[in-house]
């Protein structure tokens, strides 16, 4: 069937469904909304995670005062080892990111590699294990996905077929995100990655400069979990990036304190970088100009856009762009040990813009 025929049908269907629902049904509908939206902002309304986003150049009261900040984009398990590999290589460079940076907010994986990163953990990754040996193979085994179910194709084809990154659209992809059944994938990967890449961080914020970004899969706000905010509602920095990287139909949705979160990375502002906005010097760190594929959601990235409000507040801006391949699948797990590899060359050529800029 052509895509007009199936659109006339579904609109079709649509019409017959109104015209059989009982009069006042939409009142009753509209208002059990407003007693919702009510309800949520009298119980939920001093859990400190919602951080609104910003129409206009705003400066950030977590970035205010502060030099040197970094904000990490999200971008699957090739996003991740590419981090892996740029962060070793960086080092080699004579560059220590957690030492440099005074503020880090992470988004998908980004808040895996940033956790890692602050934490210490990345420290210990890069003495145990040989980059270029067993470590890529271990971390293939470590994130293996199975084959979608119903639930799952639900929520992936709704995150792909989006248009926008209105409150209603991520209110429809986390309604699908909560339904879809992950256990296959979630119950599995989440944990052995946590475990790898954060280590004790399981049971306590334990660095106050992380942030990590999710999206509230009920209400379709952007969270913000800061050290403080997970110590008040019981939030490790472990699951504090599980969230973010709660990929709709794929891993998650995840528990921060009463709130199910999905993906960081489904958003407008995908990197998060307003947070980070009236710092003094900002290195934001993206997988691709957000118009460029590969894709992660269809909600458009506008990373050049957000870029702009933020040096419009003063914060002088270095966007890093890591460009993968544009056919490769983000979920790959063949695609980590070159993953790896990219970012690791990418470090030579990123090592003295950095130390330039933040020199």
Not at 318 to 323: G, H, R, V, Y
């Amino acid at each position: 069937m052509l895509r007009r025929d199936l659109l006339k049908a579904a609109l079709a269907s649509s019409a017959g469904a109104l015209a059989l629902a009982p009069v006042g049904a939409a009142d009753a509908g509209n208002e059990l909304e407003s007693m919702a939206a009510e309800l949520t902002k009298d119980l939920y309304a001093n859990d400190g995670l919602v951080l609104p986003l910003p129409t206009i150049p705003t400066v950030s009261d977590l970035a205010k005062g502060r030099d040197r900040t970094l904000a990490l984009g999200g971008g699957g398990e090739y996003y991740l080892a590419w981090y892996c590999g740029f962060f070793h290589g960086l080092y080699h460079q004579g560059l220590d990111m957690n030492a440099l940076s005074e503020m880090v907010v992470g988004t998908s994986a980004g808040a895996y590699m940033g956790s890692s990163l602050t934490s210490g953990h990345f420290l210990r990754l890069r003495s145990e294990f040989e980059f270029f040996g067993h470590f890529p193979s271990l971390f293939a085994k470590l994130t293996p996905l199975s084959s979608s179910n119903a639930s799952q194709q639900r929520a992936v084809k709704l995150s792909a077929a989006a248009k926008d990154g209105e409150i209603s659209t991520l209110q429809a992809i986390g309604r699908a995100a909560l339904a879809a059944d992950n256990r296959v994938n979630g119950d599995a990967v989440s944990p052995r990655l946590i475990w790898m890449l954060t280590g004790d961080s399981r049971t306590d914020w334990p660095v106050a400069k992380i942030y990590a970004s999710s999206i509230d899969c009920y209400t379709g706000e952007r969270l913000i979990v800061s050290q403080t905010v997970a110590r008040a509602s019981g939030i490790s920095l472990a699951r504090g990036a599980a969230a973010s990287s709660s990929l709709p139909g794929v891993i998650g949705p995840t528990l921060l304190g009463q709130r199910y979160a999905m993906d960081g990375a489904i958003c407008s502002n995908a990197a998060h970088v307003d947070v980070v906005a009236g710092s003094k010097r900002a290195i934001v760190i993206t997988i691709t100009d957000g118009l460029t594929p590969p894709f992660y959601t269809g909600v458009p990235h506008r990373h050049a856009d957000n870029i702009k409000q933020v040096e419009a507040t003063g914060t002088k801006v270095l966007w890093i762009i890591a460009n993968p391949p544009t056919a490769i699948s983000l979920l790959d797990p063949r695609q980590i040990e070159p993953a790896l590899r990219n970012g690791y060359e990418r470090a030579k050529t990123e090592a003295p813009k950095i130390k330039s800029f933040w020199g």
